[in-house]
C-alpha cells in the first residue's frame, strides 16, 4: 500500500516520506511536481477537505483546524483559504452541539462543575470564550435548562 491509498496526503508529507525512505531531494522534488501536475497532490484540495470533514466530525474550530493543516506542511495562504469556508455560525452551531452532548454527559453533576467542563471542552477544541459562552447558552435553551446566569 502507498501512501496515497490510505488518503489523500500534502505535498510536505509525501516529501517527508520520500526523505524517510532515502529518496535523493532533486529526484522527489521531480516526483512530487510530477504528481502535482497530473492532479495526485493538491494542497488546496486538501485542506479544503480536510477542512470540512474535521469540522464536521470533530467538531473543531477554525484556529484547531489551522493548526492542523499547518503541521501537515499546508501553506498558511492556503490554510486561511481553507478554514475561511468556515463560518461563525458555523462554528457556533458546532460548538452547540458539542456542548449539548457534554451537558447530557454530565447529567447530575453540579452545574458550576459541568459549566468548567463543558467550557474546557471547547476551549480543546480550539472555541474562544465568546463562541464557548454562546454555545453552552444555546445548549441549555436547547435541552430546556436555560442560560447559567451564575457566571456571566
Not at 5 to 24: F, H, I, Y
Not at 26 to 48: H, M, P, T
Not at 51 to 68: C, D, N
Not at 97 to 111: F, H, K, P, S, T
Request: aromatic content about 4%.
Amino acid at each position: 500500500m502507498t501512501r496515497l491509498d490510505s488518503r489523500a496526503r500534502t505535498r510536505a508529507e509525501l516529501a517527508e516520506t520520500l526523505a524517510g525512505k532515502g529518496v535523493p531531494d532533486d529526484v522527489a522534488e521531480r516526483v512530487l511536481d510530477r504528481l502535482q501536475e497530473i492532479g495526485l497532490v493538491d494542497d488546496a484540495d486538501f485542506a479544503e477537505r480536510w477542512t470540512a470533514r474535521r469540522h464536521e466530525s470533530k467538531g473543531l474550530s477554525r484556529r484547531a483546524l489551522a493548526e492542523e493543516l499547518r503541521r501537515k506542511g499546508v501553506d498558511s495562504r492556503v490554510v486561511q483559504e481553507a478554514v475561511s469556508a468556515v463560518s461563525d455560525d458555523d462554528e457556533v452551531r458546532a460548538a452547540t452541539r458539542l456542548a449539548v452532548a457534554r451537558l447530557r454527559a454530565g447529567a447530575g453533576v453540579d452545574e458550576q462543575r459541568l459549566t468548567r467542563r463543558v467550557l474546557g471542552a471547547l476551549g480543546r477544541k480550539g472555541y474562544g470564550s465568546e463562541v464557548a459562552w454562546t454555545a453552552l447558552r444555546r445548549a441549555r435553551e436547547e435541552l430546556g435548562e436555560g442560560s447559567d446566569d451564575t457566571w456571566t
